[in-house]
T-cell receptor
Framework: LAKTTQPISMDSYEGQEVNITCSHN???????ITWYQQFPSQGPRFIIQ???TKVTNEVASLFIPADRKSSTLSLPRVSLSDTAVYYC????????????FGAGTQVVVTP | GAGVSQSPSNKVTEKGKDVELRCDPI?????LYWYRQSLGQGLEFLIY????????KSGLPSDRFSAERTGGSVSTLTIQRTQQEDSAVYLC???????????FGQGTRLTVV
């Protein structure tokens, strides 16, 4: 399984864009990139998933360069409620449920 | 139900006792996962059920841990002879199949004293 590396923490102010980059140098051809969000005392929640180029939904955008060795989760105009831990996962869609979530990135949004 | 339901939400037990944690997945979801999350840590995969296939137990940390899924729905995670290092939040998730996003429950916070 591909190992991922992401920053431990990031601070931001309300209204700013937050970009979290995840490195996954050993990503395999069949691997997808998935991001989850976790609030305190709750289970993780799926945010977005992609294979290559750019994916956008109502919550975030995911940018994946051509070599797929990294990916960037972009949260536009964050609010206080976006304070959470964000996890980057890489793996075959048939086995992603077994993936180690890692420590994730703690994003703290302040007024 | 509307989401994944776990019970109890909190459990305090004495070292050496057995505990059972329950997970009710979303109706119709064939895949069910158990994870463990220690304080300030990421999620650790424990076990995975997919339909009627044999479960993937590769994440279970010791033979004190076991899980079953009855009728392809409700799952029970059992920890025998609990130890203090078993203290963690145990999270259950389910998905429509192995390829789609998982929905997590709120977890059971287990404290072994």
């Amino acid at each position: 399984l591909a190992k991922t590396t992401q920053p431990i923490s990031m601070d931001s102010y309300e209204g700013q864009e937050v970009n979290i980059t995840c490195s996954h140098n050993n990503i395999a051809t069949n691997d997808y990139i998935t991001w989850y969000q976790q609030f305190p005392s709750q289970g993780p929640r799926f945010i977005i998933q992609g294979y290559k180029t750019k994916v956008t939904n109502e919550v975030a955008s995911l940018f994946i360069p051509a070599d797929r060795k990294s990916s960037t989760l972009s949260l536009p105009r964050v609010s206080l409620s976006d304070t959470a831990v964000y996890y980057c996962l890489v793996g075959d869609m048939g086995s992603w449920g077994k993936l180690q979530f890692g420590a994730g990135t703690q994003v703290v949004v302040t007024p | 139900g509307a989401g994944v339901s776990q019970s109890p939400s909190n459990k305090v037990t004495e070292k050496g006792k057995d505990v059972e944690l329950r997970c009710d997945p979303i109706s119709g979801h064939t895949a069910l996962y158990w994870y463990r999350q220690s304080l300030g840590q990421g999620l650790e995969f424990l076990i995975y059920f997919q339909g009627n296939s044999a479960p993937d137990k590769s994440g279970l940390p010791s033979d004190r841990f076991s899980a079953e899924r009855t009728g392809g729905s409700v799952s029970t995670l059992t920890i025998q002879r609990t130890q203090q290092e078993d203290s963690a939040v145990y999270l259950c998730a389910s998905s429509r199949d192995r390829y789609t996003e998982a929905f997590f429950g709120q977890g059971t916070r287990l404290t072994v004293v």
